[in-house]
């Protein structure tokens, strides 16, 4: 996968290599000696946030924070030596190198790598290699189902993955249950926690998967907080913190950024709105930089997100807000139809008429074929917002 090169920082290797390398050694010598220099606080990656509200950071994550995260993940997994487990998330990002790599060399899994996207491609790998493993965003899993809709891969040997990055749809997670047959987790977490701060488990309910994100891993924090950053009780909504190993080092020569994100007392602020109930489970509400407030009420994209997808010819939809003379801001939903379907800006604001509050009803429906992406496959809605705005600019109504 990819050239081998030199860099500045010493050799970079290609997976052919990697392979080559275990094969040439008649012990494991070399590489016991070098786990023994290992120290536990050294920077082992510099991984750059993704990008989705702003320019990226590099979060400089050490030994510690990667092994003991992926290991936690693997064993919410369950996963073994018996385990293949195909990485098609990229390995760049936290998904792939941490809940993907670093977990399968922690558990002694195979693993089937994969350079780039093709969704029917993937199903044929997994019928091929007996795949038990896989891992991806919403956005995957929907492709993946739509493959199996129009040919039937044999996915049989399939147990278990992680989905992540964005809202899942119910009907999604339910898909990947009976369809795909795994038994399926929601992780959340960011670069900067490198990267899994709460996880849903096996034995989580089908509405505990898709409503929230789960419970701490251990040896986690977590609480929410306010404006001041004081603890807030189960049920309100607050900025989530979260505390313990996983915590990054901080931003790679950004000392200013890094305070702002880290406290004294070691609490990381996510930057996320979110809600935990008395079990300990974390409900998403949003992005802070991402919440917009039309006529003095607060609305929280993410919400009115999962209530679109129970729309039956949405696939994919990203809600932001815009600016309005009158309010402020009103919502747009931006919407990916499901192939083959049609619909109209008054059919989709008509469905949500009676169901959601009416200040939460988007006052503009678009309708696309594709979003600014980041690499790690999530909407950068920064640029969306950019190309609303000069929409509604061009329309003369802002």
């Known amino acids: 996968l990819g050239e081998s090169r030199e860099s500045g920082c010493g050799r970079i290797y290609n997976f052919e290599e990697l392979l080559q390398l275990g094969a040439d050694y008649s012990s494991y010598t070399p590489f016991k000696e070098a786990v023994e220099n290992l120290k536990e606080d050294e920077v082992t990656f510099i991984l750059y946030t993704s990008g989705t509200t702003g320019e990226p950071k590099g979060a400089m994550l050490t030994n510690l924070n990667i092994t003991k995260n992926a290991e936690q993940i693997a064993e919410v997994q369950k996963q073994t030596p018996e385990d293949v487990m195909l990485i098609v998330v990229p390995f760049f990002h936290c998904f792939g190198c941490v809940i993907g790599i670093t977990a399968a060399v922690s558990s002694a899994s195979a693993m089937v790598p994969v350079p780039v996207f093709n969704a029917e491609e993937v199903m044929r790998l997994v019928e091929r290699h007996r795949v038990t493993i896989l891992h991806g965003v919403p956005t995957m899993f929907i492709e993946w189902l739509e493959v199996l809709k129009k040919k039937p891969y044999d996915v049989s040997s399939l147990r278990t993955g992680v989905m992540a990055g964005a809202p899942c749809p119910i009907e999604v997670m339910r898909g990947s249950m009976e369809r795909m047959g795994m038994n399926t987790v929601i992780a959340y977490g960011l670069t900067e926690a490198s990267p899994v701060i709460t996880m849903t488990r ?30 807030l009780p189960p049920g309100e909504v607050g900025e989530l913190a979260c505390r313990g190993y996983n915590v990054m080092k901080g931003y790679f020569k950004k000392p200013k950024e890094t305070a702002e994100a880290i406290d004294e007392e070691g609490w990381l ?39 679109l997808f129970t729309h039956p010819k949405v696939e994919n939809v990203a809600v932001i807000g815009v600016p309005d003379k009158k309010y402020g801001e009103v919502g747009m939903a931006v919407i990916k139809l499901k192939e083959g379907e049609t619909a109209t800006e ?37 640029k969306l917002r950019e190309w609303a705005e000069g929409l509604l600019r061009k329309e003369g109504k802002i």
């Open 269 to 307: 602020y996510s930057g996320d709105l979110a809600v935990m109930d008395e079990r300990g489970y974390v409900r998403i509400v949003g992005r802070k930089k991402e919440m917009y407030i039309t006529g003095g009420f607060n609305v929280y994209p993410r919400e009115i997100e999962e209530f």
């Open 346 to 382: 008054e059919e989709i604001i008509e469905y949500c008429k009676g169901k959601i509050a009416n200040y939460k009803i988007p006052r503009y429906v678009v309708f696309v074929d594709s979003y600014p992406m980041t690499q790690s496959g999530k909407i950068q809605k920064y």
């Open 202 to 231: 096996f034995e989580d309910s089908l509405e505990d998967r898709v409503e929230t994100v789960g419970r701490p891993l251990p040896d986690i924090e977590v609480r929410i907080v306010d404006d001041n950053h004081n603890p």
